[in-house]
């Protein structure tokens, strides 16, 4: 009688992730989704994100991304790729850790500027607005904060990609062109 319960709760179990491993990457395409990630994305760069197609699988977990595109500003460097994918380890989320396995980034461009201010990125956040005061209340009992989520990411591998550093310190401006072919970084505790 166990056996069969057990037996029972397997197949749906397996149901369950097929259909899950069917579903996923037909919701992960959907407008909400894109506008949703394009906010975020707006949020962490100060860029709009421009994507052809979005696929996330189960088995293994993954996320890979065609074509991304940060685009700035009118005169902005362009911050893109042809391909970015990542992949996720199931076992250390049950410890609320997550573990990326692996990040591949292909046919990345990438614009760096020296200024006598120093180096600017090709992006940044919007500057955020002042909170407003708060009236004094009487002081609350600090509530446990819970752990959160910790991630760690064990590969990264970066295949023709180009790395442009424009030198405005220098008359005329110099440009400096960097191709990588192929660079495997592995992350070590």
Do not use: K
């Amino acid at each position: 009688m166990i056996r069969r319960v057990l037996l029972a709760l397997a197949v749906l179990v397996a149901v369950a992730l097929a259909a899950v491993a069917i579903l996923l990457p037909r919701l992960a395409d959907r407008p909400e989704v894109r506008e949703r990630l394009t906010e975020a994305a707006r949020d962490a760069t100060g860029r709009e994100l421009r994507y052809e197609s979005i696929g996330i699988g189960l088995f293994p977990p993954r996320l890979e991304m065609v074509a991304p595109d940060l685009v700035g500003n009118g005169g902005d460097d362009p911050v893109r790729a042809d391909r970015v994918g990542l992949r996720v380890a199931w076992l250390p989320l049950l410890a609320r850790q997550v573990l990326i396995e692996r990040i591949d980034v292909e046919g990345a461009e990438l614009t760096l500027r020296r200024t006598d201010e120093g180096f600017e990125l090709p992006f940044s956040p919007p500057e955020e607005e002042p909170a407003p005061e708060r009236p004094r209340t009487e002081p609350r009992e600090p509530r446990e904060q819970s752990e959160g989520f910790s991630l760690l990411v064990q590969h990264v591998r970066i295949r023709d990609a180009a790395l442009r550093l424009d030198d405005r310190t220098l008359s005329p401006a110099a440009e400096l062109l960097l191709g990588v072919q192929t660079l495997d970084l592995e992350i070590e505790d």
